[in-house]
């Protein structure tokens, strides 16, 4: 099993630029996580997805857009990136049910100029 | 919505010695209180975790606790090692789903 898988793992933007980075999971988990992690911030939540078919904002959302592809998918969208979503973000999922263990995928480094 | 705040941002203790980092949240419907640990250049993962109806949980050499009266919780951890050397973010949720993280804690053990 992979788990949870990312692509890219490192993305150069001009600001302005569109770009979507990819997660899929092999874990059979019905819910999936976007997360950026910025230094002396911790991890944020920009959206996530409780099961398929259901998308809900999380606690920085904006600029961002999300899909549920499928139960395997979740995308995460920059329409017209910005300096500030320079960041490394990450993709999780977890199991049936809230209070399970988030399993984290490695990261996607992303630089906006 | 849901504010955690963590302390202290940096921890150094010598092998062998404990290791404490707390954890204050602001929402008294919050229930679930994870602790996820992040080696540099890695992914953070789960070590150890707690719900509201519990007060205390170990695992071998790490231990949670939660106040839910203080609304606070914290990670204890004995007998360290260097290889326990990392961050450590804890969590707070009232749904399970949307974790609301603190900043971290940089722990360092030296030999």
């Known amino acids: 099993n992979a788990g949870v898988t990312q692509t890219p793992k490192f993305q150069v933007l001009k600001t302005g630029q569109s770009m979507t980075l990819q997660c899929a999971?092999?874990?059979?988990?019905?819910?999936?996580?976007?997360?950026?992690?910025?230094?002396?911030?911790?991890?944020?939540?920009?959206?996530?997805s409780a099961s398929e078919g259901t998308t809900d904002k999380g606690e920085v959302p904006n600029g961002y857009n999300v899909s549920r592809l499928n139960k395997r998918e979740f995308s995460l969208r920059l329409e017209s990136a910005a300096p500030s979503q320079t960041s490394v973000y990450f993709c999780a999922s977890s199991g049936t049910g809230?209070?399970?263990?988030?399993?984290?995928?490695?990261?996607?480094?992303?630089?906006?100029? | 919505g849901e504010n955690v705040e963590q302390h202290p941002s940096t921890l150094s203790v010598q092998e062998g010695d404990s290791a404490v980092i707390k954890c204050t949240y602001s929402d008294s419907a919050s229930n679930y209180f994870p602790w996820?640990?992040?080696?540099?250049g890695k992914r953070p993962q789960l070590i150890i975790d707690i719900r509201s109806n519990v007060g205390e949980k170990k695992d071998q050499r790490i231990a949670v606790t939660l106040n839910k009266t203080a609304k606070h919780f914290s990670l204890h951890i004995t007998e360290t090692q260097p290889e326990d050397s990392a961050v450590y973010f804890c969590a707070a949720s009232i749904s399970g789903y949307a974790l609301n993280f603190g900043k971290g804690t940089s722990l360092l053990v030296t030999p």
Not at chain 1, 98 to 113: A, K
């Open chain 1, 25 to 48: 999971q092999d874990m059979n988990h019905n819910s999936m996580y976007w997360y950026r992690q910025d230094p002396g911030m911790g991890l944020r939540l920009i959206y996530y």
């Open chain 2, 36 to 40: 996820y640990k992040q080696e540099l």
């Open chain 1, 98 to 113: 809230g209070q399970n263990e988030q399993y984290f995928g490695p990261g996607t480094r992303l630089t906006v100029t």
